[in-house]
């Protein structure tokens, strides 16, 4: 199978291009990232005045500059909330206005002239991409995200989930056999939670082998963080317990399972990809004891 080839990655090299890229920001920095290096980064400016209809915040970008307004007299917290989510927004789509109402409503406009006000847009062009070539690594630095041991190669970062998963976790990590890859191929891996005669939990987690290093990585880091946080899911498991989790990335769009494994995930020595991950419908039945039995 090609993949193999590309999963099986050399260290150094991994290493060597990890240093050599200017990582980009993406979704969940503007959630773990303090606001004014956010604001910093990005060359905001902070204003309050009073926004028309039920408008709580506005984002405006115009020749290189961002202005960002919000309503006066909320809270700070409620205010940092707002702040974020449009940069959250930003990051991902680009476009040059986006406003923000009172029930978390988020709509995007496009404009390019100076002053001009969000309800004087329209959104029939396509969004100008912000240019986000800082060295984002740098702003983690002195955070509680920053990386423990330095930015590693993913196989160091994988050795050191599996342990976390297993020491700390008092679980098991394993690779998910090739025999096992008749599974459908949405599915990158399975967590699954046992418990022992003092109703202590221990999770079982899974990983295809198949794949690139970067995506075993991050699945790594997502099932890691999902064992923890199997509480505050709306997904239920399938009948023996397990959750399957695909394989297409998307931004991390606030605080939840994927937050947790994109800083986790850095904490180890990763800058990760977009990785929110889907839990899936269980498979076929007969595919499900092909994975339970691995």
């Known amino acids: 199978m090609s993949n193999s080839v590309h999963a099986i990655t050399n260290n150094s090299q991994t290493c060597l291009k990890q240093s050599q890229a200017t990582p980009r920001l993406r ?71 986006i406003t923000m109402d009172s029930k978390g409503g988020i709509t995007y406009v496009e404009t390019g002239l100076e002053g001009i006000a969000p309800e004087d847009c329209s959104a029939v062009d396509p969004p100008v991409r912000p240019k986000r070539s800082q060295n984002v ?80 990585a991050d699945l790594w880091g997502y099932c890691a963080a999902l064992c923890v946080s199997l509480d505050r899911l709306d997904v239920e498991p399938d009948e023996n317990g397990i959750y399957y989790v695909g394989m297409e990335r998307s931004p991390v769009t606030g605080p939840g399972v994927a937050l947790l494994a994109a800083v986790t995930l850095q904490r180890m020595g990763r800058r990760p990809e977009d990785c929110a991950f889907p839990l899936l419908a269980p498979p076929a039945a007969e595919e499900a004891a092909t994975l339970l039995a691995a």
Do not use: C
Request: net charge negative.
């Open 137 to 216: 690594r740098v702003l983690y630095r002195g955070t509680a995200y920053e990386a423990l041991h330095g930015w590693r190669g993913d196989d160091e970062v994988i050795a050191a989930l599996r342990t976390l998963i297993t020491d700390a976790l008092n679980g098991a990590a394993e690779d998910v056999p090739e025999e096992a890859y008749s599974l459908p191929e949405s599915v990158g891996a399975a967590v699954a939670i046992g418990y022992d005669e003092q109703g202590a939990p221990h999770p079982l987690v899974g990983v295809r082998t198949d794949i690139s290093s970067g995506l075993r």
């Open 27 to 97: 979704g969940h920095d503007a959630w773990a990232l303090p606001v004014e290096s956010l604001g910093e980064v990005l060359g905001v400016s902070f204003s309050e005045r009073e926004l028309i209809e039920d408008h709580q915040a506005w984002l405006i970008v115009f020749r290189g500059l961002m202005v960002v307004t919000t309503v006066p007299g909320l809270s700070d917290k409620v205010k940092e909330r707002l702040v974020r989510r449009l940069f959250s927004e930003y990051i991902q789509q680009g476009w040059s206005a």
